[in-house]
């Protein structure tokens, strides 16, 4: 699923750390809101590992993780797409060998996070499995972005994977490749 995508349906974006694991769930304790706000605690599933998606590392108290959430009916929050909603940080850097260069260090890809919500709006259905008819739609030009993905590697990557440019007059429109 690409980052953009979890970017859009996450109702919740933070970073923080571990406080406390369960055999279903874990206590996180957020240190900062990248999007939405929620108390500074909450709980997260657990998602199942299998082979295709396995854990990075071990989730334990003090773990620093980024994390894109969505609300669960019960009220708690889950992971986006199992491991891709779930990004361990050791010494302020990412430690998943998957992960694309450009999420180079967590300052980048919050800062590129934040400037994607700020810019794009993405209608559709998001939970359409080949994110049929998702339109992105910009509150800035063309021109305006370009200049934005020289100022941030991350918001460079998710403007440029996955994205293709259509101007609609103004503001842009952005639509979904397959």
């Known amino acids: 699923m690409p980052y953009s995508i979890v970017i859009s349906k996450a109702d919740l974006i933070v970073d923080g750390t571990i406080s406390k694991v369960s055999q279903n769930e874990y206590e996180f304790t957020i240190s900062e809101f990248v999007k939405g706000k929620s108390g500074s605690k909450i709980k997260v599933s657990i998602w199942k590992e299998w082979i295709c998606d396995p854990r990075i590392k071990e989730l334990k108290a003090g773990q620093r993780l980024i994390l894109f959430l ?22 302020d850097a990412f430690i998943s060998i998957f992960l694309p260069k ?22 559709g259905d998001l939970n359409d499995r080949f994110l049929q008819n998702v339109y ?43």
């Not at 669960?72 to 010494?91: Q, W």
């Not at 260090?105 to 209608?123: A, D, H, Q, R, W």
């Open 102 to 123: 450009e999420f180079s260090n967590p300052t980048v890809l919050k800062k590129g996070i934040s400037m994607f919500v700020e810019t794009i709006k993405v209608y």
């Open 136 to 178: 992105f739609v910009s509150n800035k030009s063309i021109f305006e972005i370009y200049r934005m993905t020289e100022n941030n590697q991350f918001f460079k990557f998710l403007v440029s994977n996955g994205v293709s440019h259509y101007i609609v007059n103004a503001p842009a429109i952005f639509q979904l490749n397959n």
């Open 70 to 91: 969505e609300k669960t009916a019960s009220g708690n929050f889950a992971p986006i797409n199992d491991s891709t909603g779930e990004i361990y940080i050791d010494n």
